[in-house]
């Protein structure tokens, strides 16, 4: 019996905990689970030792669009997903509201821009976007290897929905994730998310 | 068909959202125009215009700092005036809009971005030219994007014309912050203590501060204030992911008092 509470005591601490936990650059990125349009639990912890890119998404809105129909961000998720790195999109958008598709529209847009991330996860109660802080879609999180979040921000310096200025554009999640990749610094840790609002 | 539809979109998108060098833009959500306070545009003084933004019922366009999501709204003024150099029209004090934690600064119904001109003695044209470049983003359950050249001519009064007064204009200009104030700034881990001089008469009931410099204060938290002598003090927490630039903060404070008047100052701190 004195077991039993215990457990319930540890149990209820440890969610409370969880429930706390803010996301914050140079500190272990918190754990979550959510589930993907395949109906998968996904786990952040079960990614330990991995490198992870959280990616909020909306694919109705235009920032989004520029860069999935210029293949920008799809060729990215090719890329890096073949080197090893975890890319979850996470779609906080609340029901009824922008880019909260039902599952066969958001597999239809993934076929259709040939998108290649890992996992395309729903948090339709926006709390996994809130204790990340996502403000924008899109809104990129990095998570190193060691678990810790590294980077912050936009995925690159030209805040439009122009495709022309993806060529002249600082990419800057490639860069993080090319650093990483090859066991340095990343360069920059935080920069300006530019998009629409998460809508939750 | 989904060519069709694609082709559609895209073109519909492109007439929508940019317009060549039009007198006044139009569309779905927004329209804008230049227009001017008075009828008369006479030559050896300061003339006053605005931007006329209209926007459609539930669209909303941004500050000159969005906030947590948004794009600000750029306006750039030229003239055919020798010499003059581009004009940044003013901008009005945004509404503040808390949508579930996340902040934007923005404005709603019909907004006027007011910009003088001085018009000298020797202007020889005959139509004052005013350009403006404008680029925004209006949102409401989805965003879109736009942007447009509009040109109109004004003709120079011989005198003739009636000095007629555009009210709406000369009101918005309450809403414009004149006058510029130094203070200094502490800077913590965690906030900012700004402190600047205090000279009303009338008693405060309200502080708030609408940061010009982007990504440092956290927007959802309503700012401390005490007041001590001639000095108010002002505490802003950071936001969690500071991107902006801590060493040069600006923005525009705004005291409300116990008698409902308000009062708003371009703020400027140094260390």
Redesign the interface.
Known sequence: MKKAILFWIMFFAFSLALLAQ????DQPAPDFKLEDINGMDVLLSDYSGKIVVLEWINF????VRKHYQSGNIPKMQDKYTKQGVIWMAICSS?PG??GNLPTGEIKKRIKQYNGKMTFYLIDSD?KVG?MY?A??TPHFFIINKEGKLVY??AVDDK???DIENIKTARNYVTEVLDSLLAGKNPPVK???P?????K? | MKKFVLITYIFSFVLFSFAFAVEKYRDKQISIEIVPATKAIEKGKENLFAVKVKLTKGWHIYWQNPGDAGEPTILEISTNIPNQQKIIPQYPVPTYKNTSGLVTLEYRDVVYFPFYLWIPQDFDKKDLEIQLKAKWLVCKHICIPGKAIITKKFQISNGNLKFLQNNEILNSLKLIPKDTILGERKLSSNSALLKFPLNFEDRLRKVFFYPITEGVFDLELEPEFSTSGNELSMRLPFVRYIWGDTSNIEGVVEFTFDNGKKKNFVTKFVK
């Open positions: 803010e996301a914050k650059i109705d809105c235009p920032y609340a509201k922008e926006g809130k802080g403000k924008t912050s921000g805040p439009s929905t935080v920069t300006k530019y998009g629409c609002s998460v939750y």
